[in-house]
């Protein structure tokens, strides 16, 4: 049986994943591995692993291999086959002797390809003449760790300098947003014409349409500022467009990174940049995104179905797909059909519920509700409110990550006057934010209920009719509209079947769950309602039964019907008696 090897990769920093770094160790150890009969049984990597720290010798790969050798996993006789002895360690010469003489001593030998043709270190050889060659692998080793610290020294010093410059709002750096121009130790100028796209993107995807939809409009529209990787030609990416829509750019942020992996530190500097997209807008875009967070899907942009993401099978809790058949007359119908099935795997409910009857009698029912006041705000009635609570959010969230900042030097170091004197004077000034930031949401809700039922139900109405409009334009943007809303409202869809004794054809229920699972809609097939309930009134009640009933339905289950009875029970009686 030929000897089992373990080939050994390693590199520092994630830039070099995406380098030759990995494929040029694999090809020298498996070369090896060839050249003397040996068995590839595994390969190990450590992904941005510092050999000069020894991280990867305590949890990564290699000290997992380690703690495999010492159980016995590792039959003795078998090769740990490394490119060279600095990718196992670049530390003092005592510690990385001692971890090689340990695996050695275990009966596991180290084969190193670098330089040619090699060498293998195991317990015998290690006694003799190659003690000397193990230490002059090792003392070069060393070196490029001294080495490695005084670059890295380095590097934190211009690091220091840069955000120095950043700090004092000088331009540190050539490289800036696309919609910005800058030389370094200068100042930033805005390129307006690219400044009113990037707002065009945010206006957009508050008015309800995805990344996906942008990144395509954009492409049709505006000719692209940058070549993605490795593509054919320039174009608006989708990833691009998530950049500027997530990033802290556009709203004049630089967060301070460091180190070779760029971590962040959790300072801000704030107004580095110019802002080029007013607080509200920002606000109301990621609130979008937050609300169609995992309602993707095909046709998603249209909103073809409004209940994106809620529609789950009753059986085996996957989403229902929304497909069309037509008739050979040319009738459209639209069906719900569990994915699962859909896609050839096993699930039971193997039928189609109709989507355009249960969209009808669902809408009837809860569009008024879905469609509050915010939907049909005018922006020269709210929009100083508006800017202000997202400025005072976005102020708040500043205080707390400074705090947060504080308090993790605290708990890493002890106490420390200057520290301590910073945490105080942030308290009162956060306590303040805060405060400030509940009166100017208390305002803007004011501000936002300023219709009349009568003029709500007629707003919603139009809404309804806007849905199904023969202008494509219309239609889009009122059924984006609508879906956004009910995700905001609508917890649960599911589609269920059951047999009946003498039919052919099963029962097939719809069940909604909406308005904190206090509504329930049961629907037939047709979209006729056949149960349901609405608790809301007894949504905040002290009663015991009241109380429990409410947990209970927090989450949609059936699981405990007795319940639903005692309440009932306790609703006809509470009716009857004095």
């Known amino acids: 049986m030929k000897p089992h090897a373990y080939l050994y990769a390693r590199f520092s920093t994630k830039r070099q994943d995406k380098g030759s770094s990995l494929d040029r160790q694999y090809e020298l150890t498996q070369e090896m591995c060839e050249r003397n009969g ?40 078998s090769y740990l086959v490394v490119e060279n002895l600095d990718r196992l360690s670049r530390q003092d010469v005592k510690k990385a002797r001692r971890w090689i003489e340990e695996v050695t001593d275990a009966g596991v030998k180290v084969a190193v390809c670098s330089p040619a043709p090699g060498k293998i270190f195991d317990e015998a050889s290690l006694s003799g003449e190659n003690i000397v060659d193990l230490l002059q692998y090792l003392l070069e080793a060393q070196r490029s760790n001294k080495e490695s610290e005084r670059k890295s020294e380095f590097q934190h010093k211009a690091i220091a300098g840069f955000m120095d410059k950043a700090r004092a709002g000088v331009v540190y750096s050539k490289r800036t947003p696309f919609w910005l121009k800058g030389e370094k130790n200068g100042q930033f100028e805005v390129d307006e014409a690219r400044a009113a796209v990037v707002r065009q993107i945010y206006e957009w995807c508050a008015a309800g349409q995805g990344i996906h939809m942008i990144a395509k409009t954009l492409n049709a529209t505006v000719k692209p500022w940058t070549v993605g990787h490795k593509a054919e030609k320039p174009s608006w990416k989708v990833g691009y467009v998530r950049d500027i829509l997530t990033g802290w750019q556009a709203e004049g942020e630089y967060h301070v990174r460091t180190g070779p992996n760029r971590t962040p530190t959790g300072e801000v500097i704030t107004n580095y940049y110019p802002r080029i997209v007013p607080p509200e807008l920002v606000a109301a875009a990621r609130s979008a995104m937050a ?32 497909i069309v058949q037509r008739n050979t007359r040319g009738t459209q119908y639209e069906y719900l059909k569990c994915t699962r099935f859909n896609n050839g795997a096993d699930c039971e409910n193997t039928t189609m519920y109709r989507y355009d009857n249960f969209e009808r009698a669902a809408l009837d029912r809860i569009l ?14 709210t929009g100083p409110l508006l800017g202000q609570v997202a400025q005072l959010s976005k102020e708040v969230e500043l205080l707390e990550g400074e705090r947060s900042n504080l308090m993790t030097f605290i708990r890493k170091y002890g106490e420390d006057e200057d520290t301590e004197k910073e945490l105080l004077k942030l ?9 400030q930031l509940a009166e100017a949401q208390e305002a803007l809700d004011r501000a936002k209920g300023n219709a009349t039922p009568e003029e709500h139900l ?22 984006r509209t609508v879906r956004d809303a009910i995700r905001s409202i609508v917890s649960l869809v599911s589609c269920e079947r059951e047999y009946v004794p003498g039919k052919k054809t099963p029962k097939r229920t719809i069940t909604m769950f909406a308005a904190g699972n206090h509504l329930k809609y049961e629907f037939d097939n047709d979209g006729n309602q056949i149960g349901g309930w609405d608790m809301r009134e007894f949504a905040t009640s002290d009663e015991p039964i009241f109380k429990a009933f409410s947990e209970e339905i927090s989450e949609p289950n059936e699981a405990q019907p007795l ?16």
């Open 458 to 479: 007629a707003r919603v109405l139009e809404v309804k009719d806007a849905i199904t409009s023969e202008d494509d334009e219309t239609r889009q943007e009122a059924r």
């Open 38 to 77: 040996w068995e590839v049984i595994e390969t190990l990597t450590d992904k941005g692993q510092s050999a000069w720290k020894g991280d990867h010798l305590k949890t990564g790969e290699l000290g997992r291999f380690k703690q495999r050798v010492e159980q016995g996993d590792i039959p003795s006789g």
């Open 368 to 381: 008024h509700l879905a469609l509050d006041n915010s939907h049909f705000v005018k922006s020269d009635e």
């Open 427 to 435: 308290r009162p000034k956060l306590a303040e934010a805060r405060k």
């Open 291 to 322: 609300l169609r967070r995992g309602a993707t899907g095909p046709n998603h942009s249209e909103a073809k179905n409004l209940f994106s993401g809620r529609i789950k099978c009753g059986h085996c809790q996957e989403t229902m797909v929304r």
């Open 563 to 578: 319940a639903k009875v005692a309440l009932a029970d306790v609703l006809r009686r509470s009716k009857s008696e004095p």
